[in-house]
C-alpha cells in the first residue's frame, strides 16, 4: 500500500500540476487528474476554505498498486499492473467501478476516484468515492484470461474492499460478469455469500433490476431537462453520442424513445450519421452482431472525432476522457453538452464552451444513475429483499431530477457554470462530514 508523500500533494495545485503531450495531439493537454485537481481548486477558492482542507480533499486517503500475472491460454506467464485507489470515505464506504484499458494508469484512476466522491456527495448516496484498474486490453484476451485476471487482482486488493469499506462496479471494458467474478473470488475467501461486495452483478446473484440501464437512463433524464431548460423541445431536437458502450448505446435509445432524432453516434472504430435520424434498435442489433457501430447500413459513414462537432442540439460524450479540449471546443455546435463520460471535458475546452453559450452538465451529475442504482443494489442486497424495477426507476428519476434542481439553483444565484456549482454542493458536504468527525475546513 503505498502512502502520498507531501510532493504527490504538492501537485494539488493545477499551477503546479505537470502538463504532458498525448500523443498525436496538436498542443500539450492536462491530464484527467489535472483536471480534476482544476475543478477542485476552483471549488475550494469559492468556499474559502483553508489550503489543509484543499489538501485533504485533494489527496487519496488509500491507494493499493498491485502485480496482476496471469498464465495464458497457450501457458505463457504475463503480468498485468492493477490499481485501486480510494479517495475519501468519510461519508461511507468508498465506492466506484473497475476499468480495463490498456492506457488505465495510477493517475488517471486517482481523477476517476476524485470525481465519485463528489459524485456520491452531490446525489447524497452515502459513499467515498474509489475507482480501481487494470492495464490490460479485454478485447486482447479469452473470456477464460478475463476471468483468471479478474480472480487475481481481487485477491491482490482484498485486505482493501468489501460491503463496509469499497464495493467496485463496472466501468469501461468490465460488465456484470466481471462481477460476478469479483463477488465469487470474495465470497469464497469469507467462506459465505457476500453479494454486497459488489454492484452490477447478474440479476440472479442479487444484482438489482434497473442497474444496467440505470446511467444511460440517468443521462436522459438530465438530457431532457437540460435542453428544455435552453429552450428545447426534445420531441424537436437533435442529438450526437460520442462512445457506443453500455452507456452510450442505451442513452442513445432512450433519447430516441423520448423523440430525440440522434443523428450521429461512434465508438472507437468509427462513427456513424443520418440526418433523419439513426434507428438505434437496428443500430445495437448491428453492433451486437459485429462488434461496431462501423459498416451499419443505415447510415452514413462519419470520421470518429466527427460526432463531437456535430450539427445538433445535444451533444452527450459517453467514452473517455479529455475529449473536449482546448483545439475542438470552438467548433462544437451543439448548445447542450451532457457528460455521459467521466471528464470528457477539459477546463480550457469548459471556459471556451461556456463563452460560447453551451450548457454543459457536469459528469458527476449527468452520469449519477449508476452510482444510484448500485446504492439501491447494495442496500437490496444487504437487506435480501428486491424491488420492482418501476419502484427502482422512479426513485431513481426523482434523485436525478432533485439533483438537477438544487444544482441549477445554486449556479442561477451565484452566476456559476453547472460545473462549478455541483462541484462546490459536493465539496461542502465532503468538508461538513470531516468537520462533524474532527477535522475542520
Ligand atoms: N458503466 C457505468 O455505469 C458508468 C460509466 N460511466 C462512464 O461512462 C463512460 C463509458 O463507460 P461504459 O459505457 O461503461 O464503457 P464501455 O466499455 O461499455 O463503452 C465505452 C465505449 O466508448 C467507446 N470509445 C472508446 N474510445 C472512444 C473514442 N475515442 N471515440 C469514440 N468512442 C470511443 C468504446 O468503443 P468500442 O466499443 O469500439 O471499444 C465503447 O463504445 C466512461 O467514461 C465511464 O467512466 C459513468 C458512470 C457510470
Ligand atoms: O456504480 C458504481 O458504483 C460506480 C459507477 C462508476 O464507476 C461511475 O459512476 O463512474
Known sequence: MTTLTDNDVAAASHEASVRRAREGAAAPIATPLDDARAQLAEAIALLGFSDGTHRLLATPRRELTVAVPLRTDSGETTLFTGYRVQHNFSRGPAKGGLRYAPNVDLDEVRALAMWMTWKCALLDVPYGGAKGGIAIDPRAHSTAELERVTRRYTSEILPIIGPERDIPAPDIGTDERTMAWMMDTYSVNSGYTVPGIVTGKPIALGGSLGRASATSRG?????????????????????????????????????????????????????????????????????????????????????????LTADVDLLVPAAVEGVLHEANAADVRAKVVVEGANGPTTPAADRILREQGVLVVPDILANAGGVIVSYFEWVQANQAYWWRADEVESRLEERMLNAWEHVLGYAGARGLSLRTAATALAVERVAEAHRLRGLYP
Not at 236 to 249: D, P
Open 219 to 307: 443521462v436522459t433524464h438530465i438530457a431532457l431537462a437540460a435542453l428544455r431548460h435552453a429552450g428545447l423541445e426534445p420531441a424537436r431536437s437533435s442529438a450526437a453520442v460520442q462512445g457506443f458502450g453500455k452507456v452510450g448505446a442505451d442513452t442513445a435509445r432512450f433519447l430516441a424513445e423520448a423523440g430525440v432524432r440522434v443523428r450521429a453516434v461512434s465508438d472507437q472504430y468509427g462513427a456513424v450519421a443520418n440526418d433523419g435520424g439513426l434507428d438505434v434498435e437496428a443500430l445495437i442489433a448491428h453492433v451486437r452482431e459485429t462488434g461496431s457501430v462501423v459498416g451499419f447500413a443505415e447510415a452514413d459513414e462519419l470520421d470518429r472525432d466527427a460526432v
